[in-house]
């Protein structure tokens, strides 16, 4: 039998041999198949090394992220910041839902604004982030806090800059940010790299993105006649709308670059606030004949229209406490007491309870910044709110008007708030049906005399809605609400600037920087690329904060129909609007702003505000434990501006083009040499001198009533505002602006016409208001008092 191989036959051995033909095919098929495997073979191992040669440049060198590279999204989009402002969860509903190892969120397309991240530090700077947000968590879980409805001065503090609930939820992302941007600088330092401030960076803790600007529900038409009401669509990236960071003007002097609040230039402890306010900002009582408290009174309803930085908060938004025996917190920075204090030794006190402003996400790696709760607008927000819930809250259910409490005797106060642990109501009041107040500004009752602003402006608003109604009473709810806002708004910004301003800055600056409101129907050009209108820093930390000076230690209250008068401490006139009930309450507030005297600018401060700031003004009757005094304004201001890592009073100077001074001898032409010499005995180096209290005790050079350095900052922002705001009332490029006729009725609005038709009974007063009664300003019947005419708003159609 043949032995049978590869090449046998399977056939019969008289059959053709047909397999030798087949088997040369396939010889020459598997001699070209491996070549071509060798060349994929070869192909594949160069792009082995080429990746490997790669990756090693990657390690040594970050790689810059193409801006137009788009990311792999995810089918279900993220929440978007309309969501995350109307979550109802707690704190710790922002607890990050993805686990630490689990995967980081993706770099989107954004501009890049200096350099951008590497995937690797993206990555990175996600975990560090969420493991800071639950360190964070797990803080405010065991820090000590206030009892709810503890009525001491710590309270009344915690609601003069209170914090809501959708503050503190972005607080948290800040917090991640803040963590993050430390985790990337500490990398590129080691590795010798750039810093990666500015590039952008949205951790999306906890799925939701925090970035206004790259926020897609966000469709602004840009032709629309009403403002929103949180400020958004108003100015390029919704600059200014709230919850949105402040504006740097120069870059921040914290300690270590990121959020550690400012030391010394050369490293060494700044002394106390409370140190400074004892020694430079002590009492000396002296008035300024020229002007009212009626200014100062103004300023503050402003400011609050502008400004209402977010402070930090524990578990269920508790108010921290920070001082012995409390078990402290990541953002406690209380106030050095010393031996000897005047009034804290009597307390067995070693400090003053103080906590950190809260972190603001910015989208970026950068240092720390801080949060804007309200519109950086001057737009009535302080009457309407800055946030859906709360304007809708404060609506009437009909004809546009807003919701206010009757009075027995037919008079209209501001809706009441019943909440008893709001700092204000008392058990006491309530008893007897008399609450504390509640307005678009959750600081409505801090005091008597803005609690009765806030009435006169809510009053305001109805009763221009009355004459529009009148005159179209085929308008709707929202049309004569959204109408009655705009004017509002119209008159508070033509008030500011044509009787505010003029005193605070002088006529000579206010002409410079073209401030005046115009005359007649004439509208305003607006610049080709108008200024970013976002509040400063440096304005809400310090600068805005020179009228604490002003204010009095006594306030005379006359009586003119029973021929009295009477002096109250300003500390008994925080937190206690009672008087209000009264048929002459309003009245007697006004007429006490309007006939008062301001004290004359300088670095003094009564100890109304520097000892019983925030004592309670109605508990000495009451038989229980209580602080023999109350917080230090002074020491707060001093100690907020270096939480906020603002740079020192010199960098200031510079920065306003003034001059440098590089020792305390370089100062003696621009402050006097009392203040002088205790500011350097205090301080020892002129770069530490902080902001606040280097510029308040300038002298004043012009016909304003603040020293140079402050003028320059409360100028730009106020040109800002004025410039940046797209429905700014004189605006000509505006898509609705108001008629020629319309502006010159607008233009007749005074705050003293205001008061004649707002309050109870008041039937004269002088034009200027905020001006002392003198021959060029007497006091004047309310019907010689032009006032606007509302039949320019009747819609013929």
């Known amino acids: 039998m043949p032995i049978i191989t590869e090449r046998t036959s399977l056939t019969r051995s008289s059959d053709p041999p047909t397999y030798v033909e087949y088997a040369g095919m396939m010889r020459a098929r598997r001699s070209r198949v491996r070549q071509f495997q060798c060349c994929v073979c070869a192909i594949l191992l160069s792009l082995l090394v080429m990746a490997l040669i790669m990756s090693i ?124 941007s430390r985790h990337v600088e500490s990398s590129r330092r080691a590795k010798g790299f750039p810093s990666a401030f500015g590039a952008y960076f949205d951790g999306k803790w906890s799925g939701v993105s925090t970035c206004v600007d790259n926020d897609e529900s966000l469709k602004c038409d840009w032709t629309r006649k009403y403002r929103n009401i949180n400020g958004t669509c108003n100015y390029p990236g919704n600059k200014g709308a709230a919850f949105t960071p402040f504006r740097r003007a120069l870059p921040p002097a914290y300690f270590d670059g990121i959020d550690a609040p400012r030391s010394g230039a050369s490293g060494r402890a700044l002394p106390s606030p409370r140190e400074i306010s004892l020694r430079v900002h002590g009492p000396s009582p002296s008035s300024n004949p020229s002007f009212t408290v009626m200014l100062a009174v103004f300023g503050q309803f402003i400011d609050h229209d502008m400004t209402a930085t977010a402070n930090g908060r524990g578990k269920n938004d508790s108010t921290l406490a920070c001082c012995p025996p409390s078990k402290g917190h990541p953002e406690c920075f209380p106030v050095a007491i010393g031996p000897g204090d005047p009034a804290y030794d009597y307390a067995g006190k070693t400090c003053m309870e103080f906590v950190r402003s809260s972190p603001a996400a910015q989208c970026k790696i950068g240092p720390r910044q801080q949060l804007n709760q309200v519109t950086g607008f001057i737009d009535g927000s302080v009457i309407y709110g800055s946030d859906d819930v709360t304007a809708s809250s404060l609506r009437s259910p009909k004809s546009g008007k807003l919701r206010m409490f009757k009075t027995p005797d037919g008079r209209f106060l501001l809706p009441l708030s019943t909440d008893p642990n709001d700092g204000c109501n008392r058990p006491r009041e309530r008893s007897r049906g008399r609450y504390c107040f509640t307005s678009g500004d959750a600081r409505a009752n801090e005091n008597l005399h803005l609690t009765t602003m806030h009435i006169l402006w809510a009053r305001q608003h109805n009763s221009i809605v009355d004459r529009l109604s009148k005159e179209n009473p085929s308008w709707s709810d929202d049309k004569l609400y959204q109408e009655g806002r705009r004017i509002v708004g119209a008159q508070l910004q033509h008030i500011t600037y044509n009787e505010f301003l003029p005193l605070v800055l002088g006529e000579r600056d206010v002409a410079l920087r073209g401030l005046r409101p115009l005359n007649g129907g004439t509208h305003r050009e607006t610049e080709s690329e108008a200024p970013e209108p976002t509040i400063a820093n440096n304005f809400a930390t310090s600068a805005f904060r020179f009228a604490h000076s002003l204010l009095p230690g006594l306030m005379k209250m006359t009586d003119a129909q029973n021929g009295t008068e009477d002096y109250i401490e300003l500390h008994r006139m925080l937190f206690n609007p009672y008087s209000l009930y009264s048929r002459k309450g309003v009245e007697s507030s006004v007429m006490s702003a309007a006939s008062n005297n301001i004290q004359r600018t300088s670095p003094h401060v009564t100890s109304e505000l520097t000892r019983h700031l925030f004592e309670d003004p109605l508990d000495r009757s009451e038989d229980k434990p209580r602080l023999p005094c109350g917080l230090d304004l002074v020491s707060l201001n001093i100690q907020r501006g270096r939480d906020h890592g603002l740079p020192g009073y010199t960098s200031w100077r510079k920065y306003c083009n003034l001059t440098r001074p590089q020792k305390f001898e370089d100062l003696e032409e621009i402050m006097d040499s009392e203040t002088l010499r205790e500011i350097e005995r205090v301080y020892g180096e002129v770069d530490d001198v902080d902001l606040y209290t280097g510029a308040l005790a300038e002298k004043t050079t012009g016909d304003g009533i603040v020293g140079p350095t402050f003028s320059c900052l409360i100028g730009d922002q106020f040109q800002r505002l004025q410039r940046g705001d797209r429905f700014w009332y004189e605006n000509a490029q505006h898509p609705y602006p108001f008629t020629e006729e319309q502006l010159m009725e607008i233009r007749k609005t005074t705050l003293a016409r205001l008061i004649c038709d707002c309050s109870d009974s008041i039937d004269k007063i002088q034009p200027q208001v905020m001006r002392s009664v003198d021959a060029s300003n007497p006091i004047t019947s309310c019907n010689d008092i032009p006032m606007p005419n509302f039949t320019l708003w009747r819609e013929t159609n």
């Open 57 to 180: 440049s990657y390690e040594l060198s970050p790689r810059v992220l193409d801006p137009d590279e788009t990311p792999n999204e995810s089918p279900t989009a993220a929440p978007n910041l309309t969501t995350l402002l109307q979550l109802g969860s707690p704190l710790d509903a922002f607890l990050p839902r993805q686990s630490l190892d689990g995967n980081s969120p993706e770099p989107e397309e954004h501009p890049i604004n200096h350099q951008s991240l590497t995937q690797e530090e993206w990555s990175g700077a996600v975990k560090i982030g969420k493991e800071a947000i639950v360190a964070r968590l797990k803080a405010n879980e065991v820090a000590t806090s206030f009892m709810p409805g503890e009525m001491s001065p710590n309270i009344r503090h915690s609601y003069a800059v209170s914090t809501g609930p959708t503050a503190g939820r972005l607080a948290l992302a800040g917090v991640g940010e803040v963590a993050a």
